[in-house]
Each structure stands twice: as structure tokens, then as C-alpha cells.
């Protein structure tokens, strides 16, 4: 069985990067928010397409944390995602 891609769902949010920081609004909920840092490195993956893995990897890369800590943070940032149904 595959991992599964991750994808940001281009009609459910739209946003800007604004000096390394990601700012976006729900388009359903109209709702605006902000992400943190290790949100704001992760997201240009999501917006092409990536796996848990990959995300992962880009905070370990990134910030030198252990994989499954990078793992399990990647995670909790595409719960929340899937949970606002930005994913696709």
C-alpha cells in the first residue's frame, strides 16, 4: 500500500507567503490564520503534493529534530488540516 499524497485543496484555501510566513484564509469558513514555522516549511510541499514521509524529512532538514519527533509534528499539522478540509 502506498503512502498517501498529501495535497493542499487549491479551491478550500487560498494564501500568500509574506516574508517566510504563510498566511491563509479558509474560503468556506472565511476564516484567516497564520502558521507557525515548521507549518510555514511544510506548506509549499503541500501546495505541490508530498507524502508524511517527505514532511518529515523537511523538518529534520530544516531543524534538526529527530525523525519521529519531525514525524509526529508533520503529522499534527496535517490533522489539523484534514480536520478544516483543506486537504485533498
Do not use: C
Request: glycine residues 8%; proline residues 3%.
Amino acid at each position: 500500500m502506498s503512502e498517501r499524497i498529501l495535497r493542499l485543496r487549491p479551491e478550500a484555501v487560498h494564501f500568500r507567503e509574506v516574508e517566510g510566513h504563510i498566511v491563509a484564509v479558509d474560503v468556506a469558513g472565511g476564516e484567516y490564520f497564520a502558521v507557525n514555522p515548521s507549518g510555514a516549511a511544510l506548506w509549499p510541499a503541500l501546495a505541490e503534493g508530498t507524502t508524511l514521509e517527505d514532511l518529515g524529512e523537511r523538518l529534520v532538514a530544516r531543524f534538526h529534530i529527530a525523525k519521529e519527533q519531525a514525524r509526529a509534528d508533520a503529522a499534527a499539522f496535517v490533522a489539523v488540516l484534514d480536520e478544516r478540509g483543506l486537504l485533498a
